[in-house]
């Protein structure tokens, strides 16, 4: 380490300016970009979702002469693609929880508060970030995803083509289902403030809590289980409708969950001692 | 000292009015009413979990009061627009993703004031951190540390520096300016309210004491004033004929410590007390003087009731650092 400077040569600072939100969204891309863990998270979650359902379709390709009846009335090309999708969800729900749980465990979030003692921007600008950080990344790589996984599948003549009904709107729609996840895992994690809980309330309600629904009355659970985020947000992502929501409801359903996270998360921020 | 005042330089005044805090049943503050004035060091002292640094989260809107009020500058901290530029604020918890750099860290605090990136390097450099500025801040050491919330609490040039347990960790070099700087702050016309559970290093830099113990209020007083009041009463007297002396210095209150090889040391009486006392009898006096408490033995005698004995319950403050 150097020697220090007189502290007579303390710089001045010439020019002076307040807070404003277009700042604080700078600000959080800092903080987002300059953790390794951020990165290594999101390039994971690129690498899952081009990378599985590649490998997916150079299985199914390589089997399909061998393949029963029963394997190739229940193949669907699409669901292929998207199985990459399945599990990079976790990795963008984790980080979306991270984002902010990270401040709390760290002590970050007194400097944060301190620099932004209105606070609310700072989660604003936390959300609005990550959300299109997620959406820019992913949108390529779902897009990615879709054609590598569908151009090996071309090979047996069992891919499905971009142009079908519904499939761009389904390709898209896993970008904007990551995204909206990322951001749920946002809003519980602001509202738990601890990786360790946020996380466990992330993955209970998105991957625990449906099947503990079929200890339900059947019929309750199909009239529900629709309506759980993670199904609800699914059903973009489907050609076929099964026991779900139309698309762009499902998807809605599973945006009033992340806006709900969040505007609790906001008026605890408010609220809540630093 | 007048180098380039900003305006609204020596309005930075912090006043709390019956400052109040609780944490479930425990009080962590308790009805404080002080005011910090600009262009001088104002000590915060206290034995560790006596309320500083919950005080100074008060302050900087991070916990809101019980019952109470503080301002800085006339405003509750909250309602500023540009808080860096008003005030400074070095937490005693670290206050640092640890993952991030000294460089990222700072940027990213710089940018939410617009505060160009020139500054944060200027900053670096000036707490001597530019070899390590792009290491990740969890792999400083404590000193290192202190420096990058030093770093960060000068950011925007504020007109109000708010320093918890500054030199916690630092080297001699670094306590050395630590001191001389908020000398210099002060000395601009900024205002410096500096907390500390050490008497001496508050000694050596304020002007003024704020002093609490159990979240009370015990002394707002100069540093000066402080140690008189802790040892006004204690004086040191010589005399060839302390048998005679003693008997006429005795009173209810009053006691005496040695006697050997001529001296006395008399408590409970001024000077001027006993030296009057002795004219009238005609002793002999040979030395007569007031015995300077350090300060150390002040801020013990003044805290000592308010210590809290015990095991005592941790704080949030000391559970979150």
């Not at chain 1, 959300?131 to 590598?148: E, I, R």
């Not at chain 2, 001597?128 to 990058?148: C, I, P, T």
Request: aromatic share 6%.
């Amino acid at each position: 380490m150097s020697a220090l400077a007189p502290a007579q040569a303390i710089p001045r600072l010439e020019h002076t300016g307040r807070v404003t939100q277009a700042r604080v969204f700078l600000s959080e891309l800092t903080k987002l970009r300059s953790v390794r863990s951020t990165k290594w998270s999101l390039f994971t979650a690129v690498v899952l979702t081009i990378g599985v359902p590649a490998i997916a379709a150079a299985v199914f390709s390589h089997h399909w002469p061998q393949a029963s009846p029963q394997d190739r009335a229940d193949f669907h090309p699409l669901e292929l693609t998207f199985v990459g999708v399945q599990i990079s969800q976790l990795a963008i729900g984790v980080l979306g929880v991270l984002v902010i749980t990270a401040e709390y465990s760290t002590g970050m979030i007194r400097a944060s508060m301190t620099a932004v003692p209105r606070r609310l921007p700072v989660l604003w600008g936390k959300a609005v970030v990550y959300a299109l950080v997620t959406l820019a990344l992913m949108t390529p790589a779902v897009l990615l995803a879709f054609v590598v996984s569908q151009g090996i599948l071309s090979g047996r003549h069992i891919n499905i083509a971009f142009t079908h009904a519904g499939v761009p709107r389904a390709v898209f729609g896993a970008a904007l289902y990551l995204t909206v996840i990322g951001l749920f895992g946002l809003g519980l994690g602001a509202i738990v403030r601890n990786t360790a809980g946020g996380i466990a309330t992330f993955a209970g309600i998105m991957f625990v809590l449906p099947p503990l629904m079929n200890v339900l009355p059947a019929s309750w659970n199909s009239a529900a289980s629709p309506y759980l985020p993670l199904q609800a947000g699914e059903a973009l992502l489907a050609l076929n409708r099964g026991n779900q929501l139309a698309p762009w409801t499902g998807f809605g359903v599973l945006c009033a969950y992340a806006a709900a996270s969040l505007a609790i998360a906001a008026v605890l921020l408010a609220r809540r001692d630093v | 000292m007048n180098k380039h005042p900003r305006e609204g330089y020596g309005a930075g005044v912090i006043e709390a009015r019956n400052l109040t805090k609780d944490y479930g049943d425990k009080r962590a503050v308790d009805d404080l009413t002080f005011s910090v004035e600009p262009g001088i060091v104002t000590g915060f002292l206290g034995p560790n979990g006596s309320g500083k640094s919950t005080t100074m989260r008060l302050i900087l809107g991070l916990d809101a009061p019980s019952a109470g009020d503080v301002t800085v500058n006339g405003k509750h901290y909250r309602e500023h627009a540009a808080p860096l530029h008003e005030v400074g604020a070095l937490l005693e918890a670290r206050s640092v993703h640890t993952g991030r750099s000294a460089y990222h860290h700072l940027l990213a605090l710089a940018q939410t004031h617009g505060i160009p990136k020139r500054r944060v390097h200027e900053l670096i450099d000036l707490v001597g951190l530019h070899e390590v500025a792009d290491k990740r801040a969890g792999q400083f050491s404590l000193g290192m540390g202190q420096r990058l919330g030093i770093a960060t609490a000068l950011l925007g040039d504020p007109s109000t520096l708010l320093l918890d347990e500054p030199v916690n960790g630092l080297d001699p070099e670094g306590i050395h300016w630590i001191r001389n700087l908020l000398k210099d702050l002060a000395a601009e016309g900024r205002t410096v309210f500096v907390s500390s559970h050490l008497m001496g290093e508050m000694a050596l830099t304020a002007d003024h004491l704020i002093v609490i113990g159990r979240g009370k209020l015990i002394a707002d007083t100069s540093v000066e004033d402080f140690v008189a009041r802790a040892s006004a009463k204690v004086v040191l007297v010589r005399s060839p004929d302390l048998q005679r002396l003693r008997v006429v210095l005795e009173g209810p209150g009053i006691t005496f410590e040695g006697g050997e090889r001529g001296s006395l040391e008399v408590h409970g009486l001024t000077t001027e007390q006993v030296g009057d006392a002795a004219a009238e009898h005609g002793i002999a006096i040979h030395e007569l003087t007031p015995q300077q408490a350090s300060l150390e033995e002040a801020f013990m005698s003044l805290t000592r009731t308010a210590v809290e004995f015990g095991t005592p319950a941790k704080t949030p403050e000391e559970a979150a650092a």
